[in-house]
Nanobody
């Protein structure tokens, strides 16, 4: 069965740092681009960062670009989000997603596949 599980969330002070993790199983992790999303109370879920299947390219939402870093380890089927200079407005539930959208990875192209979502991990930034 497919599993996507986030961990590492918690309480941190403004200006602090936190690294959250996502471990996946039950599908071919190395062929999937991975993303982090977040959702704060009363707000719509938003994209935080994405990374290509081989880890060679990444992208970020503008408000996170200079503070957050996404990475992955395909040998461990894990993806990470390093969060620095955290702000109160970063408080949210952070979700890990395996992106099944059509794409090419190296010389291999994939049609649409299933998206897989984790259950989320809570990050609270407060003094």
């Amino acid at each position: 069965q497919v599993q996507v599980v986030e961990s590492g969330g918690g309480l941190v002070q403004p200006g602090g740092s936190l690294r959250i993790s996502c471990v996946a199983s039950g599908f071919t992790f190395r062929t999937y681009p991975m993303s982090w999303y977040r959702q704060a109370p009363w707000k719509e879920r938003e994209l935080v960062a994405g990374i290509s299947s081989n880890g060679g390219r990444s992208n970020y939402a503008d408000s996170m670009r200079d503070r957050f870093t996404i990475s992955r380890d395909n040998n461990k089927s894990m993806v990470y989000l390093q969060m620095d200079s955290l702000k109160i407005e970063d408080t949210a539930v952070y979700y890990c997603k395996a992106d099944g959208s059509p794409h090419c990875s190296g010389s291999v192209c994939y049609g649409r596949r299933q998206d897989y979502w984790g259950q989320g991990t809570q990050v609270t930034v407060s003094s």
